[in-house]
């Protein structure tokens, strides 16, 4: 059992196909620092205009921003629900947002040096929905998506 806090006797060597709370990267790959991340994400939700529409947006079902790689789960949205997705990210770099519900999904690859957003609308084919974002240049780009009902 690997994990961020290990009480084992001898140090692993294995490979980890995932991030965890302390890294144990060489030396040479350096994240960025998280207000470098933190930047990025606020200028990739400046794009979608998250923070007025926050306030005014009745339709809403979930937003913010996704660490890369990461995913998030809204269990609350029922199967056949017709949605509005816009997703942007910030950076340098591109990111691959996926979006699934049941035997449904859908994939949009974003340009990240781009100040665009890209929308798309979603029925979903089960109970709940995910999103994931995913990118080889995982440290230099920022996040941000929105998900509402279609009016």
């Known amino acids: 059992m690997t994990s961020a806090c290990?009480?084992?006797?001898?140090?692993?060597?294995?490979?980890?196909?995932h991030k965890t709370?302390?890294?144990?990267?060489?030396?040479?790959?350096?994240?960025?620092?998280?207000?470098?991340?933190?930047?990025?994400?606020k200028e990739a939700r400046d794009l979608l205009s998250m923070t007025?529409?926050?306030?005014s947006d009745e339709g809403l079902i979930s937003s913010g921003s996704l660490a890369v790689?990461?995913?998030n789960l809204d269990e609350t949205v029922k199967t056949g629900t017709a949605l509005r997705v816009e997703v942007?990210?910030?950076?340098?770099?591109?990111?691959?947002?996926?979006?699934a519900s049941g035997t449904a999904k859908t994939a949009k690859r974003?340009?990240?040096?781009?100040?665009?957003?890209?929308?798309?609308?979603?029925?979903?084919?089960?109970?709940?929905?995910?999103?994931?974002a995913d990118s080889p240049e995982e440290d230099r780009v920022g996040t941000a998506y929105i998900?509402?009902?279609?009016?």
């Open 6 to 17: 290990s009480d084992a006797s001898t140090p692993s060597r294995t490979p980890q196909s």
């Open 88 to 99: 942007a990210c910030a950076g340098e770099g591109t990111v691959t947002f996926t979006v």
């Open 21 to 41: 709370a302390s890294s144990t990267a060489s030396p040479t790959a350096q994240p960025s620092s998280p207000s470098g991340r933190e930047k990025l994400d």
């Open 69 to 71: 790689p990461g995913e």
């Open 52 to 55: 007025d529409r926050l306030e």
């Open 110 to 132: 974003v340009d990240c040096t781009q100040p665009t957003t890209n929308g798309f609308d979603f029925t979903t084919a089960g109970p709940g929905l995910t999103i994931q």
């Open 147 to 151: 998900v509402s009902h279609i009016a």
